[in-house]
């Protein structure tokens, strides 16, 4: 950075720091009050903190980063799906959800699962959600800010430390978001929220003009070069055409051609079926947004039932807008620089060549990308693979030369040889999907303006708040949940320490995950995110709908929900064939047949009386239906409009 882009920056974090703490200095840490006002910031916050605090504790480099890069590679715009999705998931849980949860007085979820089904229901809940919150989402996120700034700062030193060094990376950020939340609690988290959530929006927006200004002055014989662009489009028509049109061009044509303007993928895509928007997205989506304690803090944390209400339709309709400043730069990213996300990529898959060059006893898996950019490279790797699998595996037929073959064959090489314990090496890829968005930073944000400072302090205030969210949401489930239940005690000064210590311990184990993220295995940091959650998501979905909607259903479903549906996810995982979408789908159907036929057979006699706030104002927001209604039309129509 200049020094003009480095003041911003510091300017601008340092300020968001100290208005957080400022305002979070009324906060006890003594009394009654005190455990309310650290992990719910005293049930005070207004519509407005709520919106966009939800918005900042979601949106974070594991959008930037994980959807630009799905967005970059073949998905397209239907990875948009998550956002648009969630804004019908959000005005849901805003009218269904939210009421129950307020009534009863829950500081977490899980609570809500004790007073419902039973202490077992609420610890075997909180351990699960502890296991994935630190190990998947914290670490995911930890891991792609990080790969922004290895990416951006490749070779700058500070202290004597490597920014590009991926591990380097994630303990910075780590460090920084856990020193944050160990001062501040829910309130800092917040205000600051909604500082670097409007900043975020406002850099996203940047970044996306940016990128149409470089796509409209682009050389289009170099675009016309460059793998992205379909055998339809001639060198004629880029000249001749602005910005939106080459945006168009480029990226035009049905699903089968390679068109990424589509929300509808083929029911065999791995990622995003067009079954998975019938059922099974809609189970990450519930779960993230109504279930999920780092997202739902937020809105325990609201003034009242109306308040928090109109923040989640407020962060419903801000959710419409994420796939323009998300999902599009990542598309353009490699209309762009995709020689950019080869170098990225041929630097991932230097350990592994160098590996593949000695000739060991592995088998290296490689992408249909990786065949397309380096033939030569990918058929001598299928040989070797062929040679491991057996003298005799693929012997018999010509070698394949097209690409897609040579994936397919060298699939079946690998299948064969690690039955036979044939040890298998990191995946080999044709680009880095993950570093789209990080490129576009280094590419189009030039020194000196101080618009670099304003972008990467907005991103880096991005990556800090939603870690703060989580490793928050982190400390109160173990305070409140396990602590307070294992000691019998609700005393406030030894909860917030007890809360505090546990940043600190869940920051440095989710650092130690972080950096091994980036293999190729895990499909995209994104990928991971969603698929991991897999094991939770749709038993703790089921029993809460169940808790929520069936007053009979017996107190032991919610354990057996949770329990059952990370065995057959488990089970499935290894023997299904399906995109992980659709596994998550039939998870959920079998664990709502399982409670619903224990539910038939042995019903509870009386009907579970939950516990009342009766201090809490539960008034609904007629408003905020009003313009939830606006927001599902609103969605429904970007969907007509995108199909």
Request: charge should be neutral; glycine fraction near 10%; proline fraction near 5%.
């Amino acid at each position: 950075m200049s020094p003009l882009d480095l003041l911003v920056f510091i300017l601008f974090v340092a300020g968001v720091v100290v208005i957080g703490l400022w305002k979070s200095r009324d906060e006890k840490t003594t009394g009654e009050s005190g455990a309310s006002d650290y992990f719910l910031a005293g049930r005070g916050l207004t519509w407005w903190l709520v919106g966009i605090s939800l918005i900042a504790a979601n949106i974070s480099t594991e959008q930037f980063v994980g959807m630009s890069g799905q967005a970059a590679d073949w998905l397209g715009l239907a990875i948009a799906s998550y956002e648009w999705m969630a804004a019908i998931t959000l005005v849901v849980v805003a009218f269904v959800f939210l009421p129950t949860f307020l009534r009863t007085g829950i500081y977490t979820i899980p609570e809500f699962l004790e007073h419902r089904y039973g202490p077992m229901s609420r610890t075997i809940m909180a351990v699960a959600t502890l296991i994935i919150l630190v190990g998947v989402p914290t670490a995911s996120v930890i891991f792609s800010g990080a790969k922004v700034i290895s990416v951006a700062f490749q070779g700058t030193l500070i202290l004597g430390f490597d920014l590009g060094n991926i591990t380097v990376a994630c303990w910075i950020i780590g460090i920084s978001a856990a020193v944050y939340v160990f001062a501040g609690g829910l309130k800092a988290c917040a205000w600051a929220d909604l500082i670097q959530g409007v900043a975020l929006i406002a850099g996203g927006g940047i970044i996306t003009w940016l990128a149409f200004r470089a796509l409209g002055s682009a050389d289009p014989v170099a675009l016309a070069s460059t793998a992205a662009v379909p055998d339809s489009v001639s060198i004629d028509q880029l000249a001749s055409a602005g910005a939106v049109e080459r945006f168009q061009l480029l990226t035009a044509g049905s699903v089968e051609a390679g068109g990424k303007l589509h929300m509808v993928r083929p029911a065999s895509d791995p990622a995003i079926p067009w079954t998975a928007l019938l059922v099974g997205l809609w189970i990450p989506n519930f779960f993230y947004w109504g279930l999920n304690q780092y997202i739902m803090q937020r809105t325990l944390g609201s003034k009242s039932l109306a308040e928090g209400q109109k923040g989640i339709v407020f962060a419903a309709a801000l959710k419409l807008v994420i796939p323009f400043i998300v999902v599009i730069p990542g598309i353009l990213a490699f209309n762009l620089f995709n020689g950019d996300l080869r170098a990225e990529a041929q630097r991932k898959n230097a350990p592994a060549l160098a590996q593949f060059a000695a000739a060991p006893a592995q088998v290296f898996p490689f992408t249909v990308d990786f065949a397309k950019v380096e033939p030569a490279l990918a058929a001598q790797i299928l040989a070797h693979n062929q040679r491991q699998a057996g003298a005799a595996q693929g012997a018999a037929a010509p070698a394949p030369t097209q690409p897609e073959e040579l994936f397919a064959a060298n699939a079946q090489a690998i299948d064969a040889a690690s039955g036979k314990g044939v040890p298998v090496a990191s995946k080999l890829v044709g680009y880095d999907y993950d570093a789209a968005f990080p490129t576009l930073l280094r590419n189009l944000l030039h020194e000196g303006t101080g618009l670099k400072g304003f972008v990467f302090a907005a991103i880096f205030g991005a990556v800090v708040s939603s870690l703060a969210s989580m490793l928050n949401a982190a400390s109160t489930i173990f305070a409140m949940d396990i602590w307070a239940k294992a000691r019998k005690s609700t005393a406030a000064p030894e909860l917030v320490k007890v809360g505090r210590v546990c940043v600190v311990l869940f920051v440095a184990i989710a650092c130690l995950i972080a950096p091994g993220l980036g293999r190729p295995e895990f499909g995209g940091i994104f990928t991971f995110i969603q698929e991991f959650q897999g094991f939770i998501s749709p038993g703790i979905l089921a029993v809460c709908l169940f808790g929520l909607l069936v007053p009979r259903a017996p107190r032991f479903l919610g354990w057996l929900g949770i329990v059952l549906n990370a065995v057959l996810y488990g089970v499935f995982k290894q023997t299904l064939d399906v995109a992980f979408l659709d596994r998550m789908a039939i998870c959920f159907a079998l664990v709502i047949a399982t409670l619903t036929v224990a539910t038939l057979i042995r019903p509870l006699a009386q009907p579970v009386t939950l516990p009342v706030n009766t201090s809490y104002d539960v008034t609904p927001s007629r408003g905020a239906k009003i313009a939830g209604a606006g927001v599902c039309i609103a969605t429904v129509l970007l969907y007509i409009i995108f199909w």
